[in-house]
């Protein structure tokens, strides 16, 4: 069965700090990763996408993301934390065709 | 500015009643969706279209209905038979349809908050 995962529906970082949040997928095809934030009453904004090509894919606001097929994981990183990063977060996976597969989410909270 | 809209933002309904949500976007995209989001359970996929006069159900499409009669339209009507409506609605929409294998990501409206009293 394909499927995505996200490790942790709540993270805590302090301001600065690293973020990570993690995200497993299970596929018997080359998967499309995507990474989402979702800030409260509001719809999501894609912050990065892996389709092709390089493994290390940077997006927006300061994050970027690593294809690992050994692993098979997509974890989401930001050296420094902010403030404005406290958000819901997706991580979805695109098997084959156009039928989305969204994870659970993570909500991520930045700790002044 | 291209975008999704949905109306309204905030939904109340009573119990026993249909009410159909606004999705329409100008993008000129292919496919558009509709998501449900409950706390704790992510997204779930309601119905989709990839053209025209066309959709297929999604994971939980049991007492919701959707058209595509245009291009830019997708409206969702939460029946009286839906047994928890309650919940936030999210539209979205992708540029490919049935002619290519895609990998675009989906752009997504601001959500509906739906509320049954």
């Known amino acids: 069965a394909q499927s995505v995962t996200q490790l942790g529906s709540h993270v805590s970082v302090s301001e600065g700090a690293l973020v990570l949040l993690r995200c497993n997928y299970s596929?018997?095809?080359?998967?499309?990763l995507f990474w989402y934030v979702q800030y409260p009453n509001q719809g999501l904004q894609l912050l990065l996408k892996?389709?092709?090509?390089?493994?290390l894919v940077k997006g927006i606001n300061g994050f970027e993301a690593e294809f690992k097929k050994s692993e098979t994981s997509f974890h989401l990183t930001k050296p420094s934390a902010h403030m404005s990063d406290a958000a819901e977060y997706f991580c979805?996976?695109?098997?084959?065709?156009?039928?989305?597969?969204f994870g659970t989410g993570t909500s991520l909270t930045v700790i002044p | 500015d291209g975008g999704i809209t949905q109306s309204p933002k905030y939904l109340f309904r009573k119990e026993g009643q249909n009410v159909t949500l606004s999705c329409e976007q100008n993008l000129n995209h292919d496919a558009m969706y509709w998501y449900r989001q409950d706390p704790g359970q992510g997204l779930r996929l309601i119905y989709y279209?990839?053209?025209?006069?066309?959709?297929q159900k999604g994971d939980i499409a049991e007492g919701y209905s959707v058209s595509r009669e245009k291009k830019e339209s997708f409206p969702l009507t939460v029946t009286s038979a839906q047994k928890n409506p309650t919940a936030f609605y999210l539209c979205?929409?992708?540029?490919?349809?049935?002619?290519?294998?895609?990998?675009?990501?989906?752009?997504f409206g601001p959500g509906t908050r739906l509320t049954v009293l």
């Open positions: 979205a929409s992708s540029p490919s349809g049935t002619s290519v294998v895609s990998y675009n990501e989906q752009f």
């Open positions: 279209s990839q053209i025209v006069n066309d959709f």
């Open positions: 979805a996976f695109l098997p084959t065709g156009n039928q989305f597969y």
């Open positions: 596929s018997s095809v080359p998967p499309y």
């Open positions: 892996y389709t092709t090509g390089a493994t």
